[in-house]
């Protein structure tokens, strides 16, 4: 059972649009994070969310995590063509050593 | 900063063979986790050490084993490999915080494994 869904998980864009990724769950993490993949590279870390309401920005990319910590959202502004990847979405829940990740969106912008 | 260190980067076995890679953690990272990520596909938990112990186990099939030695670097076992195996296979490393708290991964550039 895929724990973390999120969508959408495709998406082709313009230059220059923005866009929003959602990660939910029905589970409750303890945190969150961003990845983002290339292909044959390992998932690059962006950011970690561990309070429930918080939000971080990194450059043209904020990051929010829901009240309840159940669900997060990416919301990329002004998008470039350097921001085609994979986004993924990884969580623990409390007690665990393990991570869950998402089922992924794959992002592609084009000039 | 120093980051996880994956060896060797890319892998070409015959069918039926073994490999073994290997993962450099972190400096000071005590738990080690390992993956595999399928063409087109989400990374999927094999298996993950704390401070040498096993700590959580995941879809890893039985021909392939982990340890984590001494100096918190680990590795993977694989034998009998199968075509199905040929996949990207990342390590990642994290700390164990404060009151148990784990904190958040890093990953390493992975090993790709060709398995022909």
């Known amino acids: 059972t895929q724990l973390l869904e999120q969508s959408p998980q495709f998406l082709s864009i313009q230059e220059g649009e923005n866009l929003t990724v959602y990660c939910n769950s029905s589970s409750v993490f303890s945190s969150l994070q961003w990845y983002r993949q290339e292909p044959g590279e390992g998932p690059v870390l962006l950011v970690t969310v561990v309070t429930g309401g918080e939000v971080k920005k990194l450059k043209r990319l904020t990051f929010q995590f829901g009240d309840a910590r159940k669900d997060s959202s990416l919301h990329i502004t002004a998008a470039q063509p350097g921001d085609t990847g994979l986004y993924l979405c990884a969580g623990i829940t409390s007690g665990t050593y393990k991570y869950i990740f998402g089922t992924g969106t794959r992002l592609k912008v084009l000039a | 900063a120093a980051g996880v260190i994956q060896s060797p980067r890319h892998l070409i076995k015959e069918k039926r063979e073994t490999a073994t890679l290997k993962c450099y953690p972190i400096?000071?990272?005590?738990?080690v986790y390992w993956y595999q990520q399928g063409p087109g596909q989400d990374p999927q938990f094999l298996i993950s050490?704390?401070?040498?112990?096993?700590?959580d186990k995941g879809s890893i099939p039985d021909r392939f084993s982990a340890q984590q030695f001494s100096d918190y670097h680990s590795e993977l076992n694989m034998s009998s490999l199968e075509l199905g195996d040929s996949a990207l296979y990342f390590c990642?490393?994290?700390?164990?915080?404060?009151?148990?708290?784990?904190?958040?991964?890093?990953f390493g550039p992975g090993t790709r494994l060709t398995v022909l």
């Open positions: 050490f704390y401070e040498k112990m096993q700590s």
């Open positions: 990642a490393s994290s700390a164990v915080g404060l009151a148990g708290a784990i904190d958040t991964q890093y």
């Open positions: 400096p000071r990272h005590d738990t």
